[in-house]
């Protein structure tokens, strides 16, 4: 089976190693700036004399192809929220991607339809003022999810898709008005790179509210939604998504290990600002787009044949080796 995102030959020459990319990283600020994001391939272990594969976010030539990828991907986080039970709250929960002929417009999930099941044909594209396109599915969609993600769209031209669900986790975790704190590296990926939402104004069918979360989102990766959760955005539907689980995980732990400093009597040990904002670092935009290609490989199995591992178009990222399937 080919693999879910394209798959470069890379040329050592072209790539920094592990030690050069730690050294530059240490170095420079221009790396991961979080005004926007950025590209580029995570670096190889060593001097590599023989060219290697690695997984890409993949370029289009045609956007109609662009488009159906991002559909069929989009599907494939639907059911990967679904599976790992972000779906449990009745019709709860939205994820968008913008559309690459209509900016403007986005995909988002059908209302009250079970998340494990989605197809790209599933999905509706919605317009800037709430309005359902017949180029999509004729389904109605939530208004709550219109309302919170074409705010950020509109808001943020440079994020593609955005996640929102409720957990167990983020729900308690949201009711303390704070932002996640560097306890383990996995913490580093949203350090100075989330903020807090300190206001609750109920469901969020107001496009007000909806632009007051953007505001409050600014131009981070996430945004803790007081007394609500969490949303995420990324370059791509599958950093988006990737991000979202990763968040979810994370205040998991903080609050295992919270309760657990509480009742020994002590503080967590948080890493240092230097060690946290190198790690975040590490992490770009793209380096979250791979690191969701297991889990798209994992949901494309399990569809047993109603999605695909490829949509069609697929190109290597930079366009730099001829790729062959």
């Not at 488009?67 to 929960?93: S, V």
């Not at 496009?207 to 979360?213: A, M, P, Q």
Request: charged share 20%; net charge negative.
């Amino acid at each position: 089976m080919a693999p879910s995102a394209i798959e470069t030959t890379t040329h050592p020459t072209n790539q920094p190693t592990g030690d050069e990319r730690a050294r530059q990283l240490r170095k420079t600020t221009g790396d991961r700036p979080l005004d926007h994001f950025v590209y580029g391939a995570h670096p190889i272990s060593g001097a590599q004399v023989q060219a290697v594969k690695q997984v890409r976010i993949p370029t289009f030539a045609n956007p109609l192809d662009e488009r159906a990828f991002r559909k069929l991907h989009a599907a494939a986080c639907i059911r990967w929220l679904g599976q790992n039970g972000y779906n449990n709250e009745g019709a709860g929960g939205h994820i968008t991607v913008r559309d690459p002929i209509k900016p403007d417009h986005f995909w988002i999930n059908p209302f009250c339809k079970s998340f494990r099941y989605i197809t790209p044909a599933d999905l509706c594209l919605v317009d800037e003022a709430g309005i359902v396109q017949p180029e999509g599915n004729m389904h109605a969609i939530n208004p709550a999810g219109f309302a919170i993600h074409s705010a950020v769209h509109a808001a943020r031209p440079d994020v593609i898709a955005a996640v929102h669900c409720h957990s167990l986790p983020t729900k308690a975790f949201s009711a303390l008005g704070c932002k996640l704190e560097p306890i383990n590296q996995d913490a580093c990926r949203f350090y100075d790179d989330h903020a807090v939402y300190e206001d609750f104004g109920g469901i969020v069918l107001a496009h007000e509210e909806g632009r007051r979360i953007a505001q409050a989102l600014g131009k981070n990766k996430a945004v803790i939604l007081q007394n609500h959760g969490i949303l995420t955005v990324g370059k791509s539907v599958d950093a988006a998504t990737y991000l979202f689980g990763a968040m979810d995980r994370c205040i998991e732990a903080q609050l295992l290990a919270d309760a657990a400093a509480g009742g020994r009597g002590v503080k967590t040990i948080k890493i240092s600002h230097e060690e946290a904002v190198y790690t975040r670092r590490v992490y770009t935009d793209e380096m979250e787009y791979t690191m969701f290609q297991s889990c798209f490989e994992d949901v494309v199995r399990d569809s047993r044949g109603e999605l695909s591992m490829l949509s069609g178009g697929e190109r290597n990222g930079f366009d730099a080796f001829p790729r062959e399937w």
